[in-house]
């Protein structure tokens, strides 16, 4: 099932599992959040849902995996002959998008974060990683001593 969302002004088109980067929406990294400007929704070997101009009750519940900004863009202006230049810096703030789920009718997925679960898996490792460094060490002073 896909989906034609507006943010930010622009329209894209998401389907589950999709990643994508827009323009700043509120939020904390990790959470859910629902787009409900839903366009159309279609899906494969159906007709599609057209919204007049959104579909009612549809939308697109997606986790927010990074706030950053985009790349600098330098607006440069000059009038040749008259000594004007001005140079101004510009960066956009964006946010990433993971989609969990395209609903036609409103109702949320169950959830958990992918930011939760790749920081755990982190420190499981660590935790293990750290258990064999203290074994090795251990082991070694053993020989040492004799």
Do not use: C, W
Not at 26 to 45: C, D, P, Q, Y
Not at 73 to 89: D, P, S
């Amino acid at each position: 099932m896909y989906a034609v969302i507006v943010t930010g002004g622009k329209q894209y088109r998401v389907g589950s599992g999709d990643r994508l980067t827009v323009e700043r929406l509120g939020g904390a990294v990790g959470s859910m959040i629902a787009l409900e400007r839903v366009l159309m929704i279609g899906e494969t070997g159906k007709a599609p849902v057209v919204g007049t101009p959104t579909v009612p009750k549809a939308a697109v519940f997606a986790e927010i995996l990074a706030q950053e900004k985009g790349d600098k863009i330098v607006v440069f202006k000059k009038r040749r002959r008259k000594n004007y230049r001005r140079r101004v810096g510009h960066r956009q703030e964006l946010t990433r998008l993971r989609i969990l789920d395209v609903s036609p009718t409103g109702k949320a997925p169950a959830f958990t974060p992918t930011v939760a679960k790749v920081k755990a898996q982190a420190q499981a490792q660590a935790q293990v990683k750290g258990k064999a460094q203290a074994k090795g060490k251990a082991k070694t002073k053993s020989k040492a001593k004799e």
